[in-house]
């Protein structure tokens, strides 16, 4: 018996994944759980549109994170922060704070889990930050902390 799984099956594929099981195992396990169904003409029909539409999101979100990334290229953040002697901060400037100015000032809103920051901003100074926008696009930002 074919079937299609709805999901993924432990020890047996993942989801949208064509598997030939035994008759008792499809019927009374998989398409009793709703784990599958039957690949019969109109099931795999579904499947590939449901492909062909999950392609064309990741193609989007691709896209979305390019054109992001074009609006990142030659960008430089200022933030003033408190200081003391020798440049050393009050604290520290951190992504969440990076993200914030980001949207306020230039108006690109970007999740702080996507600036990479190796350690917390703790002087004066000019830094690069990678932000990982997609897992196929990075781009590098200027960050400048500059004293009140």
């Known amino acids: 018996m074919k079937v299609i799984l709805l999901e993924d099956v432990k020890k047996l594929g993942k989801k949208g994944d064509v598997l030939e099981v035994k ?37 989007q979100e691709l896209q979305a994170a390019k054109d992001l990334g074009q609006k990142l290229k030659g960008i430089t953040v200022k933030i003033k922060a408190k200081s003391g002697e020798g440049g050393r901060l009050f604290g520290a400037v951190t992504n969440k704070e990076i993200a914030e100015i980001l949207e306020k000032d230039k108006r690109i809103k970007i999740d702080k889990r996507k600036l990479e920051l190796k350690q917390p901003i703790k002087a004066l100074g000019l830094y690069t930050i990678n932000v990982k926008i997609h897992p196929a696009v990075a781009e590098e930002l200027k960050v400048e902390v500059v004293s009140e």
Do not use: D
């Not at 499809?26 to 999950?54: P, T």
């Open 23 to 59: 008759e008792g195992y499809g019927r009374n396990f998989l398409i009793s759980r709703g784990l599958a169904v039957e690949a019969n003409k109109g099931n795999m029909n579904n499947l590939e549109r449901q492909k062909a539409n999950e392609e064309k999101r990741k193609e």
